[in-house]
């Protein structure tokens, strides 16, 4: 996802907001820095950063199987924002600034032959591959993405974005053609677009403008009809992320750049259900642990996990560094394992159990002429039930990694 310019206290809904270096968000607090690892609780051993912690335990073995870049020198254009495992897992689709969906099989990033390799433990040096060979094909679109969503019953047919001109479109991969599009955001950045999991038809969408929108394509006109729409914070803050409960139940989960995140039953859109208060920052995602968990992160350098049946706050996982920029959120279900990326260019692996992680893979950072640092922009955990995981991230700089876990016996 993209960046703004934040300001030190929230702007009204007719001040514009101006648009500087496309990754970085600044400090919505005033005086509040994030605490962050310091180079004294760090051990570098090749490219793992081994972490210390009498608490958190390591039950999982992260390799780094696969790099996938451009040919060229890559640039901030190439900046990845999204990345998302289609249902069957077997497909993958990025998005970012590039104004390009591409598609790729699981099969081309990571063959079946070096997922044994690695299940069985041998030694495997990295594949290196070209965005190019490895893309199945690629969709152009006619703004920069910041978000992606399949929609659940579509047999991996149909994929959701959110752009940077306010836009929602719902996008037929077999026909590579857009087949829905709806700009009820007055123009302004989409940050987060999601699918409900009792009716796949409803959608919903969080903006700058300060709203979440919930729609539905089969009422209304070509664009479908709002069926809610809320506005979280009264200083119109921005909506950075959205998601459905896909537990069952009718709950969707909102982040703020308000610092506060937001629970809302479905069926009743007039006020919050739950308000969760505690981050110092943006909360830039929210994703549902397990029916009775969430997780929050924010530009405060923290995770937070939340108990939603009484709001409690259950613990705080530090370890990572975000204090400006969109670095992705990703939850693995079945083995309990929180992803998110780092500004240092790290990929951190938490366990839902400790407050420290426990591990961090990656490359280097790495500094371009005319650019900062790189750094992870977006992770994906493949939903499946094994005793080995595969996580993606992909970077400010457009280089899309595969990680593989397995389970230390």
């Given at each position: 996802?993209?960046?703004?310019?934040?300001?030190?206290?929230?702007?009204?809904?007719?001040?514009?907001?101006?648009?500087?270096?496309?990754?970085?968000?600044?400090?919505?607090?005033?005086?509040?820095?994030?605490?962050?690892?310091?180079?004294?609780?760090?051990?570098?051993?090749?490219?793992?950063?081994?972490?210390?912690?009498?608490?958190?335990?390591?039950?999982?073995?992260?390799?780094?199987?696969?790099?996938?870049?451009?040919?060229?020198?890559?640039?901030?254009s190439d900046a990845l924002g999204s990345i998302e495992f289609d249902p069957s897992n077997t497909v993958v689709a990025t998005g970012g600034i590039a104004r390009k969906i591409r598609i790729y099989s699981l099969n081309s990033l990571l063959p079946e032959d070096n997922i044994q390799l690695l299940t069985r433990g041998d030694q495997n040096d990295t594949a290196f591959l070209d965005h190019v060979n490895a893309c199945s094909f690629y969709i152009c679109t006619p703004a920069k993405l910041s978000s992606l969503r399949?929609?659940?019953?579509?047999?991996?047919?149909?994929?959701?974005?959110?752009?940077?001109?306010?836009?929602?479109?719902?996008?037929?991969?077999?026909?590579?053609?857009?087949?829905?599009?709806?700009?009820?955001?007055?123009?302004?950045?989409?940050?987060?677009?999601?699918?409900?999991h009792w009716d796949p038809f409803v959608g919903a969408s969080g903006s700058d403008d300060g709203t979440m929108q919930m729609w539905d394509p089969r009422c209304g006109g070509e664009g479908g009809e709002c069926v809610a729409k809320v506005q979280p914070a009264a200083a119109r803050s921005s909506v950075c992320s959205v998601e459905f409960s896909p537990f069952g139940d009718s709950l969707i989960a909102l982040g703020c750049a308000d610092r506060m995140a937001y629970a809302y039953d479905v069926r009743k859109m007039v006020e919050p259900l739950h308000v969760l208060e505690g981050h110092t920052k943006t909360v830039t995602y929210v994703r549902f642990v397990d029916a009775q968990t969430m997780v929050s992160a924010g530009t405060d350098g923290c995770l937070k996990l939340w108990n939603m049946s009484d709001c409690g706050l259950i613990r705080t996982c530090k370890g990572h560094v975000n204090s400006r920029s969109f670095v992705?959120?990703?939850?693995?279900?079945?083995?309990?394992?929180?992803?998110?990326?780092?500004?240092?260019?790290?990929?951190?692996?938490?366990?839902?159990?400790?407050?420290?992680?426990?591990?961090?893979?990656?490359?280097?950072?790495?500094?371009?002429?005319?650019?900062?640092?790189?750094?992870?922009?977006?992770?994906?955990?493949?939903?499946?039930?094994?005793?080995?995981?595969?996580?993606?991230?992909?970077?400010?700089?457009?280089?899309?990694?595969?990680?593989v876990g397995t389970k230390i016996s």
């Open positions: 996802m993209g960046a703004i310019d934040w300001s030190k206290s929230p702007k009204p809904s007719n001040t514009t907001i101006s648009f500087s270096f496309e990754w970085a968000m600044k400090n919505l607090s005033s005086g509040i820095h994030p605490t962050l690892l310091t180079k004294q609780t760090l051990k570098h051993q090749g490219d793992r950063l081994e972490i210390p912690s009498a608490a958190a335990r390591c039950e999982w073995d992260f390799s780094l199987s696969t790099i996938v870049s451009s040919s060229a020198n890559a640039a901030v399949w929609r659940p019953g579509s047999g991996g047919r149909l994929l959701g974005s959110g752009d940077y001109d306010g836009v929602v479109m719902e996008h037929d991969l077999e026909r590579k053609l857009p087949v829905f599009e709806r700009d009820e955001h007055g123009g302004r950045r989409v940050w987060s677009v999601d699918y409900s992705g959120l990703s939850v693995w279900r079945h083995g309990g394992l929180l992803g998110c990326g780092s500004e240092n260019n790290q990929v951190f692996v938490y366990d839902k159990r400790w407050d420290e992680p426990i591990c961090a893979r990656g490359l280097e950072p790495m500094a371009r002429p005319g650019f900062g640092h790189a750094f992870v922009s977006s992770v994906c955990w493949r939903q499946v039930q094994e005793d080995h995981c595969t996580l993606l991230a992909g970077g400010s700089d457009g280089v899309l990694q595969v990680f």
